[in-house]
């Protein structure tokens, strides 16, 4: 059995096989390859196209993620309820309700900043997707009480963007996005802004904390969906060239004037712009984390991919030692706006077995005194009972669960809908169920509408949807608790899943099915 999927066909490249009922499962070319096909599958495609298969298409409109099935997910745990008892809660069953229990956490190395959901949403950065869907995102996550990340290279890719002696002194789009927020801002979550090489090169987090009063910054390792440097698409020569002036690579070439005339007859249309890839190094590390605090920012988080168990390893350490306030795990498999689709679903630790690495790194500096970062772990989550499995899988030490694409959907969503009603153009299927108005299709309008009054109108669909969305989160996952008895986040632990699969147990150390409760089962059965 493969666990790979589409192997040489994929929506997320455009491509299909000409007989997708025979296919070699190997290779996942057509089991009769015939003289005369136009290239259906990646591997014709590439014929062509060459190395403009390599990423999911188009780039700017969508996001991806891996198709791997990994052999264990969370799928394969299961979420264990009781009927005996309460924790956090008086146990009366008048008391011990769903809408009682209290999902807010918090995070920092003094546990400062406080989240109404247990929700951070990681690095959206400079793909078009994200700022084309910002407005939604800043808004939506700062009414919902979450953590936004800005993510790596919104400076270097701002056309508008200053700089003096290579160092950044304004950016329209970095303020929008931040001031986005701030206006919003209820007391709980925070905007953080992300930092790789070339940010660094720039100066990024210092203009942010001096000019925009940003409090929270983040140094970038990697994320789960690749292993390599920041990417995207450019359409045009100039801004090929400005990037490259910028200090990016950028392919092709766009000084060579081959390549040039190539892109104006129209051989290709898009340049690739691509980031460095960070040289990690204890020393350094620490020194920056000092550097940045003494500079004035007043948290420092860490995020990193999906590296070697060695590398995971290294950021747990790292993180204790300069105490950093949340440090974020990112699983293989994760979204993203841009990255080899090759790569996203074949490199990498998945999120279940990174996170229980994690949790056995984490518990052996916790078992030798260490000081215990906040902890975040993102990779593939999106809806209530992942967040509860994610939660329970790191117990105590998960604080939070990060999700970006389906944040990120519900702001599209939110969005369209928000045109659709604007224009007249509600889908039928959605009209003659619910209604044509805002406040008939987005069930959480009214209740924002009472909370902000006339400020109401000025909350966009994109960050209503978002809203909504982290709303049916919070709800789903009270109820997944109430039933689990824990009636607040600290009281969750790793005794609330059980593992369906013998393997799956093996990997994590949480019990069997059949072996759950075993001798308490057996002291009830003899009493």
């Known amino acids: 059995m493969s666990f790979s999927k589409g192997i040489n066909a994929s929506a997320a490249t455009l491509t299909r096989n000409r007989t997708p009922g025979s296919v070699c499962p190997s290779s996942g070319m057509c089991a009769t390859c015939i003289e005369g096909c136009t290239g259906l599958c990646e591997v014709g495609r590439s014929a062509y196209r060459g190395r403009e298969v390599i990423y999911p298409q ?43 229990v209290n999902i807010e956490s918090a995070v920092g190395a003094n546990e400062q900043i406080k989240l109404r959901l247990p929700v951070v949403i990681p690095g959206l950065g400079s793909t078009n997707i994200a700022k084309q869907n910002w407005e939604g995102l800043a808004i939506g996550a700062a009414i919902s009480g979450v953590i936004l990340t800005i993510g790596e290279n919104v400076c270097g890719m701002d056309p508008d963007a200053e700089f003096s002696s290579g160092r950044v002194v304004r950016s329209p789009d970095m303020e929008r996005r931040v001031k986005l927020f701030q206006k919003w801002y209820n007391g709980y979550g925070t905007i953080v802004v992300q930092s790789n090489i070339e940010d660094t090169k720039l100066g990024v987090l210092e203009y942010v904390i001096d000019k925009l009063g940003v409090e929270a910054v983040e140094l970038k390792w990697g994320q789960g969906a690749k292993d390599i440097g920041g990417e995207v698409k450019l359409n045009s020569l100039e801004r090929a060239l400005q990037l490259k002036n910028r200090g990016y690579i950028v392919h092709p070439d766009p000084e060579d004037p081959g390549v040039q005339e190539a892109f104006r007859k129209g051989a290709f249309k898009e340049f690739e712009r691509h980031s460095r890839i960070g040289m990690v190094e204890y020393d350094s590390f620490l020194a920056r984390v000092e550097q940045l605090r003494r500079h004035g920012a007043k948290y420092v988080f860490l995020k990193t991919g999906a590296y070697r168990p060695a590398d995971l390893a290294r950021a747990v350490k790292y993180a204790s030692d300069a105490r950093i306030d949340l440090l974020t795990v990112d699983g293989a498999g994760g979204g993203t706006g841009m990255s080899p689709w090759r790569m996203m679903n074949e490199w990498g630790i998945p999120t279940v077995y990174l996170e229980c690495l994690l949790y056995k790194y984490l518990n052996k500096l916790a078992e030798r005194g260490k000081f215990i970062p906040s902890v975040a772990i993102a990779g593939g989550f999106a809806l209530e009972d992942q967040v509860f499995k994610g939660l329970a899988l790191g117990a105590p030490y998960i604080k939070a669960v990060g999700m970006a694409r389906a944040p990120l959907t519900a702001a599209m969503v939110g969005k369209t809908l928000g045109e659709a009603i604007k224009n007249g153009k509600v889908p039928a299927e959605i009209a003659n169920k619910y209604g044509t108005t805002l406040e008939q299709i987005f069930v959480a309008a009214s209740e924002l509408k009472a909370r902000y009054g006339e400020a109401f109108a000025e909350i966009p669909p994109g960050a209503i949807g978002v809203y909504t969305f982290f709303e049916r989160l919070g709800v789903g996952l009270k109820q997944l608790m109430c039933g689990a008895r824990k009636f607040a986040l600290r009281y969750i632990t790793r005794d609330d899943i059980v593992a369906l699969t013998p393997e799956a147990a093996k990997v994590s150390g949480i019990p069997y099915v059949m072996d759950l409760d075993a001798e308490e089962a057996e002291r009830i059965l003899e009493s």
């Open 58 to 100: 188009p780039f700017g409109p969508i996001t991806a993620a891996s198709e791997k099935d990994y052999p264990i997910d969370l799928s394969h745990f299961s979420i264990m309820g009781t009927t005996v008892g309460a924790h956090g809660i008086e146990p009366d069953s008048d008391k011990a309700i769903f809408p009682n």
